[in-house]
């Protein structure tokens, strides 16, 4: 083997080993940003899952809420006076007959 030729191989040895270094830091950053993102993503997940509960436990309160008024109303309507007068309403205005009939 010429001399020329050992160091010219040798050259390449020195480049390539050069490349897989480099090769081999590019993944391992890589690696180390497509964890952080999976991490970030995990903790977005988690505030999202924890706000989707919130939310459905106030959608519960606010259908039990709508339930109890339904069945207040129900309970009003056969002592309402509005609903049973036969007096002609256009006599009076309707926020004051409303009124009327709203507990004080």
């Known amino acids: ?8 191989s040798s050259e390449d040895d020195g480049k ?3 490349r897989r270094e ?3 830091v590019a993944a391992q950053r890589s690696r ?9 993503l995990h903790e977005v997940f988690e505030s999202l899952e924890q706000e989707n509960s919130l939310l459905r ?7 039990e809420e709508h339930r109890n008024l339904i069945e ?9 006076p509005i609903i ?10 309707r926020s ?4 009327c009939c709203l507990p004080r």
């Open 1 to 8: 083997m010429h001399i020329l030729q050992i160091y010219e």
């Open 16 to 18: 390539k080993l050069k």
């Open 22 to 24: 480099k090769n081999r």
């Open 32 to 40: 180390k940003k497509q964890t952080q993102k999976a991490d970030e």
């Open 57 to 63: 436990k106030e959608v519960q309160i606010l259908r």
């Open 72 to 80: 207040a109303l129900k309970a009003h309507e056969p002592l309402c």
């Open 84 to 93: 049973h007068r036969t007096v002609n309403l256009a006599s009076s205005p």
């Open 96 to 99: 004051e007959a409303i009124v």
